[in-house]
């Protein structure tokens, strides 16, 4: 990713060309530095998926009040996981306590 020498913007390329959509500011584009500001995803972990259907109710832990989308009831087991990156907030998984349904709530 480039940003704009002139107004600040962020810049695409065209051809061997940066330019800036906002001013019209161009560049030539250089291979070597565009390697050094390349993004990857190298060392990073992906999500898991956290299957509860084995677990005891009693083994659940906590109950909190949340409404059951399937059946109405207002209390549930909560268990709460950090699966996206770190800087992002915990999933809270929840149970109902009468009919079993599972669902899942994330931060947006």
């Not at 990857?40 to 989308?69: F, H, K, L, N, W």
Request: proline fraction near 2%; glycine fraction near 8%; hydrophobic fraction near 25%.
């Amino acid at each position: 990713m480039k940003f704009c020498d002139d107004c600040g913007s962020m810049m695409k390329t065209e051809g061997d060309s940066w330019v800036c959509g906002s001013c019209g500011y161009e560049t030539l584009r250089d291979e070597a530095a565009e390697q050094e500001m390349a993004v990857t995803t190298q060392g990073q972990e992906e999500s898991e998926i956290v299957d509860t259907s084995e677990v005891d109710a009693e083994d659940m832990g906590p109950t909190t009040g949340a409404r059951c989308p399937e059946c109405g009831n207002e209390r549930a087991y909560y268990e709460m996981k950090q699966i996206r990156a770190a800087d992002e907030s915990e999933t809270r998984f929840f149970t109902c306590t009468e009919c079993e349904h599972k669902w899942r709530e994330d931060d947006h």
